[in-house]
């Protein structure tokens, strides 16, 4: 599973924040090339930045899991829509696809 932020407006732009494969969890895994996947797709790396950590900060706690918080941060940050199947992330007020 791979998560990806996009923003919205006339010029569109996809990143990825973060990406996982939840062998773990005993999900299906897919192996690829993170770079291939880059390069291939025009996706750019989405950076952690001070303002998602100051956002990150004042979020409630709705959710437990860091990564998806940062990611929620992100998203409501940038103004992104977020990528996952996450009903939780709906409690944020993100705009969520999946």
């Known amino acids: 599973m ?3 932020s996009r923003r919205q407006g006339s010029r569109q732009k996809t990143f990825i924040s973060t990406l996982w494969i939840p062998a773990s ?22 950076p952690v930045r001070l303002n998602h950590v100051y956002r990150l900060d004042a979020l409630e706690f709705h959710h437990k899991d860091p990564f ?9 940050t940038g103004g992104f829509a977020l990528v996952g199947c996450d009903e939780v992330f709906d409690c944020y007020g993100v705009q969520r696809l999946w």
Request: no cysteine; proline share 0%; net charge positive.
């Open 25 to 46: 969890a005993g999900m299906t895994v897919y192996y690829f090339s993170a770079k291939a996947l880059l390069r291939g797709n025009g996706f750019r790396l989405l």
């Open 2 to 4: 791979y998560e990806i």
């Open 68 to 76: 998806d918080r940062m990611l929620i941060a992100q998203s409501l």
